[in-house]
């Protein structure tokens, strides 16, 4: 058992002994990690839903793909040990696939809020496919909006200045009308077959971080009624309480800044990722049923291998400790703190080995998917230069953004082995922020 991990774990008999048993199988060091940090985690969050969604009193579970996917598979394992009685279902969704076709039913200020949001690397074609135009429809808005190069990567001032010319677009607003009415009718025979309208009390449990999947089922149609969501955290506050309950447990949007910034929801998630690719809508098949339209997963490679080992190991970690635990007894504090301890120590201080062993996870930000970085960066020194603070601060006083984003900071620095303090250099130099200043007054 790794030393920085060893105490947290001790806390929790039945962990010790799990990890006792299954890290003879860790070969390497993702692995390693999984068995001592991915797993424990994940059981004691899923252990948490599962004791909150009977004290409310639900009936079922959805569990929303893809960061719910290895969820549900612990969840099974728990619940067949310790005879949980609650329905447990998988539902195939994504931010895309709820928003299209919501976008008719909500206000035109929020439909341009959701379809024009900042991302990483982001070009007018990653923002127009958010709306999933059609050929013929994007000839159209770039026609109208006057713009001549939609693949080049966009500015902080270039973006601002797309969004202003696409919410005055007509054309934009109407092909995103038309589109999203024609998703609505299969999405929702999909949400009824799969018994979201049939009055059934139920939860829905995900990752997290602002909660607008929960609020676009909601939008989405009076039959659906008032959900309950189980999150490993948020970020921000739920923008209304006709969305339903909200119910956190890692972190809350009113957590402290150090349990915050020791958190990386981007690793988390590759942490949480499942062998299926994304969720883009719904169809009939030839039998009649509803089935999800997903983009293809990438079997085989190295990313979806490891993601594959990690769902095993996560299942086998469940269906032993659960067999050694009293199911009568559950301990929330406990388990939370176990979890900021095991957190903690990976996420914000892990070994040039561990993060290496993560590095063959590739992440995006958008809805889109539209493009993919690598989570942990190997040309470091450069990367990390221009993620400094008062780098950062600067170029974004220029309009300009860094050349690749940082999904994992903390990774990042440890394959690169320059120290930790690196990215916390004495900050802003006066004569740096002067000639900023000069800057902008000529161009202003």
């Known amino acids: 058992m790794d030393k920085k991990y060893a105490a947290a774990l001790r806390e929790y008999a039945p962990f010790v002994q799990t990890v006792g048993q299954l890290l003879p199988q860790a070969d390497n ?13 994940l059981y004691a969050y899923v252990r948490s839903v599962l004791h909150r969604a009977e004290q409310k009193g639900l009936k079922r579970l959805y569990f929303l793909a893809r960061d719910g996917y290895v969820m549900l598979e612990i969840a099974k394992e728990i619940a067949k040990v310790h005879r949980i009685p609650l329905e447990l279902r998988y539902l195939y969704c994504s931010r895309a696939s ?6 008719h039913r909500i206000s035109q200020t929020e439909m341009m809020d959701l ?3 900042r991302g990483t690397n982001l070009t007018v074609l990653h923002i127009l496919e958010r709306a999933a135009l059609s050929p013929a429809q994007l000839a159209q808005v770039l026609e109208e909006t006057g713009i001549s190069d939609p693949a080049s990567p966009l500015s902080e001032n270039d973006f601002e200045a797309v969004c202003t ?15 999203s009415r024609a998703a609505y009718a299969d999405t ?9 309208t049939d009055g059934t009390p139920f939860g829905i449990v995900d990752t997290g971080w602002t909660g607008s999947m929960q609020r676009s089922l909601r939008q989405l149609s009076e039959e659906i009624p008032p959900v309950t969501g189980f999150y490993f955290g948020m970020f921000a506050r739920p923008k209304s309480t006709e969305d339903g309950v909200y119910d956190t447990w890692y972190f809350s949007a009113d957590s402290t800044i150090s349990v ?3 958190f990386n929801n981007n690793l988390f998630e590759c942490l949480c990722a499942a062998p299926h690719g994304m969720t883009t809508g719904y169809r009939r098949d030839a039998e009649g049923h509803m089935v999800p339209v997903r983009r293809p997963a990438e079997q085989g490679t190295p990313m979806m291998q490891t993601v594959e080992a990690q769902i095993s190991l996560c299942r086998a970690f469940a269906q032993r400790c659960a067999a050694l635990e009293d199911a009568k007894q559950f301990d929330a504090d406990r388990m939370h ?3 900021r301890r095991l957190l903690q120590a990976f996420m914000y201080r892990p070994s ?3 993060a290496e062993g993560f590095a063959v996870f590739r992440f995006c930000d958008d809805v889109t998917e539209a493009y993919a970085a690598s989570l942990v960066q190997h040309d470091c020194r450069r990367i990390l230069h221009q993620h400094m603070p008062h780098i950062r601060i600067l170029r974004k006083l220029r309009g300009m953004k860094p050349d690749s984003e940082l999904f994992w900071s903390y990774g990042t620095l440890a394959v690169s082995g320059l120290p930790f303090q690196f990215l916390y250099r004495p900050a802003l130099r006066s004569w740096d922020v002067i000639r900023c200043i000069l800057d902008l007054c000529k161009r202003n």
Not at 98 to 103: A, E, F, H, N, V
Request: charged content about 25%.
């Open 337 to 339: 703190r176990i979890s």
């Open 165 to 179: 010319q696409l919410r005055g677009s007509d054309a934009f607003r109407e092909a995103v009308l038309e589109n």
């Open 188 to 196: 929702m025979a999909y949400f009824r077959q799969e018994g979201l």
């Open 115 to 117: 379809l024009l949001h």
């Open 260 to 262: 915050r910034t020791k």
């Open 29 to 41: 060091a993702h692995a390693r990690v999984t068995v001592q940090v991915t797993a424990p985690v």
């Open 98 to 103: 709820l928003r299209m076709p919501s976008y």
């Open 352 to 354: 040039a080995e561990e």
